[in-house]
T-cell receptor, first 113, second 113 residues
Framework: GNSVTQMEGPVTLSEEAFLTINCTYT??????LFWYVQYPGEGLQLLLK?????DKGSNKGFEATYRKETTSFHLEKGSVQVSDSAVYFC????????????FGGGTRLMVKP | DVKVTQSSRYLVKRTGEKVFLECVQD?????MFWYRQDPGLGLRLIYF???????EKGDIPEGYSVSREKKERFSLILESASTNQTSMYLC????????????FGQGTRLTVV
């Protein structure tokens, strides 16, 4: 079956630090990959996505590249802000599995001023 | 603007009560989902529906049922609430069977005492 593994948190950074949150996946088919973000007290919202190998998704200064050879989709941001403090979820959607979303366990990011 | 609305942000119920969690989407989406979110466990799929009056079990359906009488509304039912069902519940929808991006409600934090 499909699975997503992401680094456990919490990740604590100072403002303007570089961020990497690792995500690797296992899928039977050729999945689409996503990063969702959950701000305190809210539901999840899509941050970025990539649908094929070597695609780079980007939004709000965050980036992630679909690496088929390493089955990875690591999230990066060059300079984090306090407002980026949230929980980040890596997810995949696989047509072979009926396009159901499979989520990683989530990584809490805390950015200190 | 895309919107998924859950009827309550916070609920407190007693053990043994029958609990209804309501979710409404205004985007004419075919697919709707119920997840629960617990610390360290990420999001786990309870039930989903691809069409009106249709339902499928997810990964953890025990103790839950669902109802989808209208396309826009998907209800999660706890037949007899127990303390281990204390959790954050998230509703999501997607447009069409092959679509991949999910839109989430703001979540309902349920406490069973």
């Amino acid at each position: 079956g499909n699975s997503v593994t992401q680094m456990e948190g919490p990740v604590t950074l100072s403002e303007e630090a570089f961020l990497t949150i690792n995500c690797t996946y296992t899928a039977t088919g050729y999945p689409s990959l996503f990063w969702y973000v959950q701000y305190p007290g809210e539901g999840l919202q899509l941050l970025l996505k990539a649908t094929k190998a070597d695609d780079k998704g980007s939004n709000k200064g965050f980036e992630a590249t679909y690496r088929k050879e390493t089955t990875s989709f690591h999230l990066e941001k060059g300079s984090v802000q306090v407002s980026d403090s949230a929980v980040y979820f890596c997810a995949l959607s696989d047509e072979d599995a009926g396009n159901m979303l499979t989520f990683g366990g989530g990584t809490r990011l805390m950015v200190k001023p | 603007d895309v919107k998924v609305t859950q009827s309550s942000r916070y609920l407190v119920k007693r053990t043994g009560e029958k609990v209804f969690l309501e979710c409404v989407q205004d985007m004419d989406h075919e697919n709707m989902f119920w997840y629960r979110q617990d610390p360290g466990l990420g999001l786990r799929l309870i039930y989903f529906s691809y069409d009106v009056k249709m339902k499928e079990k997810g990964d953890i359906p025990e103790g839950y049922s669902v109802s989808r009488e209208k396309k826009e509304r998907f209800s999660l039912i706890l037949e007899s609430a127990s303390t281990n069902q204390t959790s954050m519940y998230l509703c999501a929808s997607t447009p069409g069977r092959l679509a991949t991006e999910a839109f989430f409600g703001q979540g309902t934090r349920l406490t069973v005492v």
